[in-house]
């Protein structure tokens, strides 16, 4: 058993890291080859984003709201992204993602966690290249070497829809030490942070990056973006040729 463990574990890792890019090729191979790596461990924080299955307990048919808000330059904005559950627990990794423009394509189908998390990273590493002429790549990898190494998974408590929760929280910051950072100067302090609670359904609590002011002032950001949970619906219309399974009559009601 533990041996098909350590396998789903290497196998779930490489989809994740190749999907994502080919700066992440070696770091899968790694991952699936602990003979070729020095650290082939996959670290704590990696395996709460992207290795757990957050959606467990998550009926089909129920949608997780999110709200999304960035200030800032290039523009602010607010969205709505929307996590559809297609199989009970997300057990075939079929989550579907959608915001503002209509369903979103994401890397690492078939990934266990909640696609939401790809879905900001994606979203972030795009933009990175856009404000700064450099390579997505290079950020996808600068992101995932910060997780790699082994960042403080804090226990907090959050609010969450009016009350308190337990959480953990994961603050990365990818580009500080960063050789090339003189090429991006302004995002050399920039923050990542993650909340996880399993008092919500899917367990993505809130995901924030801040681009600090001057004199790394994270009081008063100059950019700054936030995927907040706002809630959850169940028993949406089934897709085309799925049943809703029964509803049983002492299932607890989700909340919005």
């Known amino acids: 058993m533990a041996k098909l463990r350590t396998g789903w574990v290497a196998a779930a890792a490489?989809?994740?890291?190749?999907?994502?890019?080919?700066?992440?090729?070696?770091?899968?191979?790694?991952?699936?080859?602990?003979?070729?790596?020095?650290?082939?461990?996959?670290?704590?924080?990696?395996?709460?984003?992207?290795?757990?299955?957050?959606?467990?307990?998550?009926?089909?048919?129920?949608?997780?709201?999110?709200?999304?808000?960035?200030?800032?330059?290039?523009?602010?904005?607010?969205?709505?992204?929307?996590?559809?559950?297609?199989?009970?627990?997300n057990a075939n990794g079929d989550a579907l993602v959608s915001d503002h423009a209509g369903k979103v394509e994401l890397?690492?189908?078939?990934?266990?966690?909640?696609?939401?998390?790809?879905?900001?990273?994606?979203?972030?590493?795009?933009?990175?290249?856009?404000?700064?002429?450099?390579?997505?790549?290079?950020?996808?990898?600068?992101?995932?070497?910060?997780?790699?190494?082994?960042?403080?998974?804090?226990?907090?408590?959050?609010?969450?829809?009016?009350?308190?929760?337990?959480?953990?929280?994961?603050?990365?910051?990818?580009?500080?030490?960063d050789p090339n950072g003189a090429r991006f100067p302004q995002y050399i302090g920039k923050r990542y942070t993650f909340v996880m609670s399993d008092e919500v359904p899917g367990q993505v609590l809130l995901i924030r990056t801040d681009v600090p002011g001057s004199n790394n002032d994270f009081a008063h950001p100059v950019q700054s973006e936030t995927l907040s949970y706002q809630g959850a619906l169940r028993s949406l219309s089934p897709l085309p040729g799925k049943k809703t399974p029964d509803k049983a009559a002492n299932a607890p009601r989700a909340s919005r």
């Open 107 to 177: 890397p690492g189908e078939g990934m266990p966690c909640n696609p939401v998390i790809l879905y900001f990273l994606e979203r972030d590493i795009a933009e990175m290249e856009q404000l700064t002429g450099g390579q997505r790549r290079y950020f996808q990898r600068r992101v995932r070497l910060a997780l790699a190494a082994s960042p403080a998974i804090t226990p907090v408590m959050r609010d969450a829809q009016g009350k308190k929760v337990p959480a953990k929280q994961i603050v990365i910051q990818p580009y500080l030490g």
């Open 14 to 89: 490489s989809v994740l890291l190749a999907a994502s890019g080919p700066a992440f090729a070696a770091d899968a191979a790694s991952a699936a080859n602990p003979a070729s790596s020095a650290s082939p461990e996959i670290a704590p924080a990696e395996r709460l984003l992207f290795l757990s299955t957050h959606l467990k307990g998550v009926q089909p048919q129920t949608e997780l709201d999110y709200a999304v808000e960035r200030t800032g330059p290039p523009a602010k904005e607010k969205d709505t992204v929307k996590v559809l559950v297609v199989s009970a627990d």
